[in-house]
């Protein structure tokens, strides 16, 4: 049987844009030797598996894209859209019934796992034992990638985990209607959630990245990307240990490693206590 439960299975078109974006630059995908992305909760119609397949193609054309609903009708769904679509398509897309188990067919090991908007509609104390179960499926050197974004993509976070556990935590935020960074707050992955308050690193994050957006307003007459680069180098020049460098700040994405957000007891999730 699955591992999980049917959630709302909200789809909106282009909304996993920034996440894609930043999974196909990643060494799991581009490196992997037969390169096999899950889609694990993909929702109520197959059109994010499509445009994942889509856009990981452009840096590796290889790359085969299976989608995982743990609702038997989603799949029938999504496997009726298939046989809608162009030949190459069907040749690297595929549908499946399965949940945090992350089934595959022949039980290929996936390099790279996404998992949307999935875990924030469970319990903070089941997060634990899904990430454990979903990285065990990977393939050397495979990630995955859970996180959640708003109901256009404009704001999106998610940690990026390995066998060992959570490595790095990434804040992706569309900088023309950007008005505060603070918004990311709305849409912070179950495991950091409902540890946006005072003591607890996250909150530290957000109340740091937010004054230096606003230290630098004056960069603004430039462009909002030109603002962003100088606030994540604000916050590097501060301490903070921000990783990666212009050519992603400017796209609004900030990423520091899972140390500098992890809740306040050390090892809580790995313990999953």
């Given at each position: 049987m699955p591992v999980g439960r049917v959630t709302r299975g909200t789809t909106g078109t282009n909304r996993l844009r920034r996440v894609d974006r930043w999974i196909a630059e990643q060494p799991a995908l581009r490196r992997a030797h037969h390169p096999l992305v899950v889609?694990?909760?993909?929702g109520a119609s197959g059109a994010t598996a499509f445009e994942l397949r889509a856009r990981l193609a452009r840096v590796r054309p290889d790359v085969r894209v299976h989608?995982?609903?743990?609702e038997p009708e989603r799949v029938?769904?999504?496997r009726a859209q298939l046989e809608t679509m162009d030949a190459d398509t069907r040749a690297h897309v595929s549908f499946g019934l399965g949940g945090f188990e992350a089934p595959t067919p022949g039980d290929e090991a996936p390099a790279v796992i996404r998992a949307f908007n999935v875990l924030r509609q469970y319990d903070e104390a089941e997060v634990a034992d899904a990430w454990a179960?979903?990285?065990?499926?990977?393939?050397?050197g495979g990630i995955l990638v859970e996180g959640t974004c708003n109901e256009i993509g404009r704001v999106s976070t998610w940690i990026e985990a390995g066998t060992e556990g959570p490595r790095t935590f990434t804040i992706s935020l569309h900088l023309d209607s950007l008005e505060t960074p603070l918004i990311a707050a709305e849409r912070l992955p179950k495991a950091l959630i409902h540890r946006n308050v005072p003591g607890e690193r996250i909150h530290d994050v957000l109340q740091r990245l937010d004054r230096a957006w606003t230290l630098?307003?004056?960069?603004?007459v430039f462009s909002p990307r030109q603002r962003f680069i100088a606030t994540a180098q604000r916050l590097r020049d501060e301490g903070m240990p921000v990783l990666g460098g212009p050519r992603r700040w400017r796209l609004g994405e900030l990423t520091v490693?899972?140390?500098a957000v992890e809740p306040g007891a050390a090892g809580w999730l790995r313990s999953g206590g």
């Open positions: 889609d694990l909760g993909y989608g995982l609903e743990i029938r769904r999504a179960r979903m990285t065990n499926r990977l393939a050397p630098e307003a004056s960069r603004a490693p899972w140390g």
